[in-house]
């Protein structure tokens, strides 16, 4: 079993995205974070979902890649 564990850096840039799409979209802001989060929290039972980051020359270190579904902010 592996746990995902968030850097501070990771945590900022949640933060900040949660911020930027809040400032039009309050709804969509919780909805992209909460979808982000649920990503994340699938390497636990995937942890090789993931691809390697080729410069963390780790294998246990891994990043997904996040595409949110269709906002319309009118």
């Known amino acids: 079993m592996v746990s995902v564990n968030w850097t501070l850096k990771a945590?900022?840039?949640l933060d900040n995205i949660y911020d930027y799409i809040h400032q039009e979209a309050p709804y969509y802001a919780e909805r992209v974070v909460q979808q982000i989060?649920?990503?994340?929290d699938r390497l636990d039972t995937f942890p090789l979902s993931g691809r390697p980051v080729p410069e963390a020359e780790r294998e246990d270190i891994r990043e997904l890649i996040f595409r949110a579904?269709?906002?319309?902010?009118g």
């Open 69 to 73: 579904t269709a906002l319309f902010i």
């Open 37 to 40: 989060i649920d990503s994340a």
């Open 11 to 13: 945590q900022k840039a």
